[in-house]
Nanobody
């Protein structure tokens, strides 16, 4: 089992920045090379979508809508962060940390990000 604890989020004006962090209860990136951690978001009335992903070999993948504005990083063996710059109102939603560990998927509780003036 893996527990994921998210921090960060909140209310920010358009053009502002936020940093989200996710701490896993174990090292996600060791072992199976398909293991990864990422951030997903869900806007009201929409499906959850991938925002950014980082793999055990430190490869990254971003949604087209956030490329050049968001950066995902591995802070240590079990923590990833998402630096969000130049935020737009359409970035508003609940952001979930997700982890794929040994073919199983785990989710955090979610943190609200609201971009509004």
């Amino acid at each position: 089992q893996v527990q994921l604890v998210e921090s960060g989020g909140g209310l920010v004006q358009p053009g502002g920045s936020l940093r989200l962090s996710c701490a896993a209860s174990r090292n996600i990136f060791s072992g199976n090379p398909s293991n990864n951690m990422g951030w997903y978001r869900q806007a009201p009335g929409k499906q959850r979508e991938l925002v950014a992903l980082i793999t055990s070999v430190v490869a990254t993948n971003y949604a087209d809508s956030v490329k050049g504005r968001f950066t995902i990083s591995r802070d240590n063996a079990n923590t990833v962060s998402l630096q969000m710059n130049s935020l737009k109102p359409e970035d508003t939603g609940v952001y979930y940390c997700g982890a794929r560990w040994n073919v199983l998927t785990f989710w955090g509780q979610g943190t609200q990000v609201t971009v509004s003036s």
